[in-house]
């Protein structure tokens, strides 16, 4: 069966130092991959997906980036954090004959 | 206008309630429909999918109107355990197998 890891499960940073999320999906292959931001009390925001192995496409504007240095593992990157990038950040994976996605444990960041 | 709206309650019901949510979308070509349930501080995980003709899982019916251009999802007899924020989904006719989620519906089942 396929399974989703999200690390670490939260995180505290200060304003402007980096950040670094790593999402690994097992037990499947080319699947697509997807970051969205959940901030408190609103809806699910989606940052980046993947297609393959270092395709990505951004969907807003922001100081994050995304990388997919291999089939099942998808990052998430800042080099100076913003406090308004505080939220619950949550990997997805698609099946490649499927529509439905299916999430990881998330992420809660909070930049202080 | 949102994409996908949803009422985000509460939604306060007794045990043993039937309670239905609605969730409707602007575009018209939307395709492929689908409900996910999320705890408190938990990540979204997918309840059902909608389809065309309606679905129904154990206590759980998903409804799709084209003409009205929303989804509904009904849920009889209600338990402690359905107390959720749920999140509806709509994939994206215009991205790549992106899907557009709504805010979501809080339910609040109390005894």
């Known amino acids: 069966s396929q399974t989703i890891h999200q690390w670490p499960a939260t995180l505290v940073q200060p304003v402007g130092s980096p950040l670094s999320l790593e999402c690994t999906v097992e037990g499947t292959s080319n699947p697509n991959l997807y970051w969205y931001r959940q901030a408190a009390g609103r809806g699910l925001q989606l940052l980046f997906y993947?297609?393959?192995?270092?395709?990505i496409s951004s969907e807003v504007p922001q100081n994050l980036s995304a990388s997919r240095p291999q089939d099942r593992q998808f990052i998430l990157s800042s080099k100076k954090l913003l406090l308004s990038d505080s939220g619950f950040y949550l990997c997805?994976?698609?099946?490649?004959?499927?529509?439905?996605?299916?999430f990881g444990p998330g992420t809660r960041l909070t930049v202080l | 206008r949102k994409e996908v709206e949803q009422d985000p309650g509460p939604f306060n019901v007794p045990e043993g309630a039937t309670v239905a949510f609605n969730c409707t979308y602007s575009n018209s070509a939307s395709q492929s429909f689908f409900w996910y349930r999320q705890d408190c501080r938990k990540e979204p995980k997918l309840l059902m999918s909608?389809?065309?003709s309606g679905n129904e899982d154990g206590r759980f019916t998903a409804q799709l109107n084209r003409a009205s251009q929303y989804i509904s999802l009904l849920i009889r007899d209600s338990k402690l355990s359905d107390s959720a924020t749920y999140l509806c989904a709509t994939r994206n006719p215009r991205g790549y197998n992106k899907l557009i989620f709504g805010a979501g519906t809080r339910l609040a089942v109390h005894p």
């Open positions: 993947s297609v393959g192995i270092g395709q």
């Open positions: 997805a994976w698609r099946p490649a004959r499927n529509n439905e996605q299916f």
């Open positions: 909608v389809y065309s």
